[in-house]
């Protein structure tokens, strides 16, 4: 992670999330999409070497979250605000959209980081795809990435 040194919490789950095969997101704070693993580069269509973080509007403008019409979520609505503010898991479904414009419904579960010294500085939000072949695809590594 690049720029200012990220606070211990969020670098080891970092780590974490690198050795965690269902798709993830590791989001601080302010909404920034600080990294995603494999499991969720091969659901979303691009790895995260080629995206690198990005601001909230970005990411949510790329990948969504989209309701069952297709229309973009508010961030006030995503399980990851909810555990930014109640400082508590939290659970929904929703889609997002791969690179290739392909809707994923997608279950998310979202857990706050909290520093000893910071309080919460981001949230871990774990997800995979309702769709049971999907999700077999996506943490097996059959599911492709495109470049």
Same mark, same amino acid.
């Given at each position: 992670?690049?720029?200012?040194?990220?606070?211990?919490?969020?670098?080891?789950?970092?780590?974490?999330?690198?050795?965690?095969?269902?798709?993830?997101?590791?989001?601080?704070?302010?909404?920034?999409?600080?990294?995603?693993?494999?499991?969720?580069?091969?659901?979303?269509?691009?790895?995260?070497?080629?995206?690198?973080? $990005?601001? @909230?509007?970005?990411?949510? !403008?790329?990948?969504? &979250?989209?309701?069952?019409?297709?229309?973009?979520? #508010?961030? %006030?609505? $995503?399980? @990851?605000?909810?555990?930014? !503010?109640?400082?508590? &898991?939290?659970?929904?479904?929703?889609?997002?959209? #791969?690179? %290739?414009?392909?809707?994923?419904?997608?279950?998310?579960?979202?857990?706050?980081?909290?520093?000893?010294?910071?309080?919460?500085?981001?949230v871990m939000v774990?997800?995979?795809?309702?769709?049971?072949?999907?999700?077999?695809?996506?943490?097996?590594?059959?599911?492709?990435?495109?470049?």
């Open positions: 992670m690049s720029g200012p040194q990220k606070p211990l919490e969020l670098i080891l789950a970092r780590n974490l999330l690198t050795s965690v095969t269902t798709p993830a997101f590791l989001v601080a704070k302010d909404g920034t999409l600080l990294f995603y693993n494999e499991g969720a580069g091969a659901l979303i269509g691009r790895p995260f070497e080629d995206t690198g973080q $990005l601001d @909230l509007q970005e990411w949510t !403008r790329r990948f969504g &979250p989209f309701d069952e019409n297709e229309e973009p979520l #508010s961030f %006030d609505e $995503l399980p @990851l605000t909810k555990a930014l !503010r109640e400082g508590r &898991p939290a659970h929904d479904e929703f889609s997002v959209r #791969s690179a %290739d414009g392909e809707m994923h419904r997608i279950a998310a579960s979202a857990m706050p980081i909290v520093g000893a010294a910071t309080g919460a500085s981001g774990i997800f995979w795809p309702v769709d049971e072949q999907v999700a077999r695809e996506v943490t097996t590594g059959r599911h492709e990435v495109t470049r």
